[in-house]
């Protein structure tokens, strides 16, 4: 009789993710905590110093939330597209667009310009509907290559990132410079800023989109028909066409859907912290968000947490180098055994401890 069995089925209830994912990250810690020595820095310091900034102080916490809300909607426009059988990767250009669009639009709002009357209760909705349109749009031209011709979403998006970029790069050199400046944007008017939700920090109302978004999206793939039609094409596209489901529309309309995500996570990052439009940045924020979703197993709900730690992971580091005198870098790697060892941890579902072995075994050795 074996010690460890495999299961007929993999064991996927809350409580047994739970357990296999806080294993891999208590893991990935003891791994990391080896890199210290040779900084000559306790470890039990330096995961204080690490998690005590962004989770134990206010000002901490509400940077966490900041880097936490675009990571919160690339990850769901991730999850929308991914369950639904379309491997996108062009959020780093949806991001890069969205931003570029209520950029636009919030500088259209300044004295003397043709929207200078757009009250705040008019711009932020019509902000919204222009950046998820966009992104919508940008990602739906991969859709149609998808859906109608078959072409590869994988390379076809990761190469629309670097066509995304470059139009903003030309934008911020050219028609949108401003006068005698580097090449970013004018100063977006204060009025259209998102407004901070937090005394003292810098966590603004965009979170409170990202969680509205969470929701929705978990209501279209748990208790809609039409999430239900998506999750099937992704599983078993020929099931869902002999099931009657026109699978190359709903391919197009979960493009759609994660683009838009995508690009509302750029509205947030330039109406909520930089406030004006520059060259390079998303810094990569488009495929954070996608190991967020699949850290948080394509669940919409659970990536508001996980986004939360990634984030607030991120903000930790800095204080980790300062108190500890670590390289920021080193995050990076525990960052990195991180997503490795969940990942990995998946597999440990599919196993089990034999109690029975173990005791038998226990019983034959004392008899």
């Known amino acids: 009789m074996k010690l460890i069995e495999r299961r007929l089925t993999p064991n996927n209830s809350p409580t047994a993710i739970a357990a296999t994912m806080l294993a891999a990250v208590l ?4 791994i990391a905590s080896f890199l210290f020595l040779d900084f000559g820095a306790n470890p039990f310091a330096a995961y204080y110093a690490l998690f005590h900034e962004p989770f134990a102080t206010l000002r901490g916490f509400g940077y966490a939330i900041v880097k936490a809300t675009p990571l919160i909607l690339i990850a769901l426009g991730t999850i929308v597209a991914w369950r639904s059988g379309f491997t996108y990767l062009g959020f780093e250009g949806c991001f890069t667009l969205g931003a570029a669009a209520s950029a636009w639009l919030a500088l259209a709002t300044a004295p003397g310009q043709w929207a200078a009357s757009l009250s705040p209760f008019v711009f932020f909705p019509a902000a919204i509907l222009l950046s998820f349109f966009v992104g919508a749009f940008w990602s739906g031209l991969t859709g149609v290559l998808r859906a109608r011709f078959g072409g ?23 028609p949108m410079r401003a006068p005698g400046s580097l090449p970013e944007t004018d100063q977006l008017p204060h009025a259209t800023w998102l407004a901070f939700i937090l005394p003292g920090t810098r966590a603004h109302a965009g979170i409170l989109l990202a969680i509205a978004a969470a929701l929705l999206v978990w209501m279209l793939l748990r208790k809609l028909p039409l999430g239900f039609e998506l999750v099937v094409s992704g599983m078993n596209p020929a099931a869902g066409r002999y099931a009657g489901i026109d699978v190359p529309r709903r391919t197009l309309f979960a493009a759609a859907i994660s683009g838009g995500l995508g690009a509302l996570a750029g509205l947030t990052e330039i109406l909520g912290v930089q406030h004006r439009l520059m060259d390079g940045i998303s810094g990569g924020v488009g495929f954070t968000g996608v190991i967020v979703a699949l850290l948080a197993e394509l669940n919409p709900i659970a990536v508001i947490p996980t986004a939360l730690l990634y984030g607030g992971m991120t903000v930790g580091a800095d204080a980790m180098q300062r108190r500890a005198g670590i390289p920021s870098s080193i995050t990076f790697i525990l960052q990195s055994l991180i997503v490795l060892l969940v990942l990995a941890s998946s597999m440990l579902r599919s196993y089990r401890l034999n109690l029975g072995a173990l005791r038998s075994k226990k019983e034959a050795t004392q008899a």
């Open 27 to 30: 893991a990935a810690m003891l």
């Open 152 to 174: 590869n979403e994988v390379l076809i998006s990761l190469m629309s990132n670097y066509v995304a970029i470059l139009i903003v790069k030309y934008l911020v050199a050219g």
